[in-house]
């Protein structure tokens, strides 16, 4: 038995102990799909899979609670997949490793998946138990939401008729979610020639590491740094002191989280190796005063390279540079009605040399007002049209406006306040839920999130508080109780 399967609440640690076994990267959901269809056969209840791969499961109300409103329980089957450089795993086929340290679950060099794998997990535990009381029941688990919201945005017709839908997706205990932030992709692509490198020029590598990373809307107030930014930002320095050249640049994975790491190969002539490596000290140290308190792992190294035949053109370097410094990162505004609230950001998640001489850089916009994430997306476009990019943006999905008066949020306060004795917080998040993508097709739904803590998500630093796992399972199962 794993460690985490003695925790408390048991089924709920022994479904998500499953789920960790199982791999499921963002759309490669097929053996989580196989999984969720076997446990519904094994226990003879009607389940469905739809053309997008999402799967309803449906369980019969308890005795005595018929005539209730259909109750859905929604999470999503992926999981985003981001490693420490050095560790060696493959998401498509190696389970989990999770430990237990000081009171939470982690990972080890990896995602741990508790996004949104605890969900899950309640959710199973639901259809599993049979002391949980509850109204007719529908278990919702949609595909790819990570990547693009693809299994929201394919839902099939008929496979929900609840009135209510309970999303198991929210990260800190304690607080009710009821509304979420739109989003759109905006990605670009410059391409490039290549040279033959200068003669008598040095090489280097510049590695940006040990960054916190984390999820691109709920930590992106926390003014964590971004390796992009932070390595575009040194090489365009040197660029203009010492004539440097560039031969590669690689930073970020995921559109949906704060980059970690990024490296670039580049070379300077061999008489200005040592101006080069005092401007580099000089930035290093500058960085490290900047961030000192919220990145005290950052690190940053410098380290010789063998001579490249080759450097990308003098014009595309310049325009790829000034792109990548000038580019807005970070919240570009707050909410004006809920304190402490992003109401807008970007972030500026990738840059990958791909394909055959081109350059690929990825970002995303949020924003709780469809009007100021357009706008967004429109200034990250100026800005790579400047450099002679091409830029396309993604569909993007809605937000979803918060409804303080629904029937649902008082019930599930009601029963935080009867388990607990303290009122819980109700707000909106920064973050991208597939509740808006659901209210178009199904418009009649009252809609609530909550869930467990947790911290670090979209990193290999995500945890799971494993207290407030307890907390999340007695909410829901009260909820569900008193749901009527």
């Known amino acids: 038995m794993s460690e985490i399967e003695s925790l408390d609440p048991r089924d709920v640690w022994h479904f998500f102990h499953e789920i960790t076994q199982v ?62 450089g050095d560790v060696n795993f493959n998401f498509e086929t190696d389970p989990i490793r999770t430990r237990i340290d ?103 590598r510049i590695d940006i590491g040990g960054l916190c990373g984390g999820h691109s809307g709920d930590d992106i107030e926390k003014g964590r740094g971004n390796s992009n930014k932070l390595l575009a930002r040194f090489l365009r320095q040197a660029e203009r002191q010492v004539d440097m050249r560039l ?51 950052l690190d940053i ?49 990738s840059v990958k040399f791909v394909g055959d001489l081109l350059i690929e850089i990825t970002t995303s916009q949020r924003s709780s007002i469809q009007s100021a994430r357009d706008a967004a997306a429109a200034a990250v476009e100026s800005v790579l049209e400047l450099a002679g990019a091409h830029v396309t943006h993604s569909d993007g999905y809605p937000g979803w406006n918060p409804d303080p008066d629904s029937r649902l949020l008082s019930i599930v306060c009601e029963a935080y306040r009867h388990l607990f004795g303290k009122t819980p917080v109700v707000r909106s998040i920064h973050a991208g839920l597939e509740c808006g993508l659901f209210l178009q097709k199904y418009p009649w739904l009252e809609m609530v999130s909550f869930g467990p803590t947790l911290r670090g998500v979209h990193s290999p630093d995500e945890r799971l508080d494993i207290a407030s796992v307890g907390k999340f399972w007695l909410l829901l199962k009260e909820t569900l109780r008193t749901l009527e």
């Open 23 to 84: 791999p499921r990267p963002s759309k490669r959901e097929e053996k989580i799909i196989a999984y969720l269809t076997d446990f519904a056969r094994s226990r003879n209840l009607e389940h469905r899979k739809d053309s997008t791969g999402n799967v309803v499961i449906r369980k019969a109300a308890s005795p005595g609670m018929e005539n209730r409103p259909a109750v859905i329980l929604q999470s999503h089957m992926d999981m985003v997949c981001e490693k420490n």
């Open 102 to 204: 000081e009171g939470w679950v982690k990972a080890t060099g990896t995602t741990l998946g508790a996004d949104c794998g605890i969900g899950m997990a309640a959710a199973l535990a639901v259809l599993n138990a049979d002391d949980v009381p509850h109204g007719p029941l529908e278990c919702l688990f949609t595909v790819d939401e990570e990547t693009g919201l693809t299994g929201a945005f394919g839902l099939g017709e008929g496979m929900l008729t609840g009135k209510y839908l309970v999303n198991l997706d929210s990260e800190d205990e304690g607080e009710i979610f009821i509304g979420c932030a739109g989003g759109i992709d905006t990605v670009a692509t410059l391409n490039y020639r290549r040279e033959e490198a200068p003669r008598n020029y040095d090489f280097f």
């Open 247 to 297: 031969v590669y640049f690689d930073g970020g994975n995921l559109r949906n989280a704060i980059p970690r790491e990024a490296f670039a190969v580049f070379g300077v002539p061999g008489r200005e190796t040592k101006r080069m490596q005092e401007l580099f000290e000089t930035y290093r140290s500058g960085v490290h005063t900047e961030y000192d308190t919220v990145e005290p792992t």
């Open 301 to 349: 190294t410098l380290s010789e390279m063998p001579a490249s035949d080759t450097v990308i053109d003098a014009e595309t370097q310049r325009a790829l540079l000034d792109a990548l410094c000038g580019l807005p990162n970070g919240p570009l505004a707050m909410s004006p009605t809920m304190k402490g609230m992003v109401e807008t950001s970007t972030n500026l998640a």
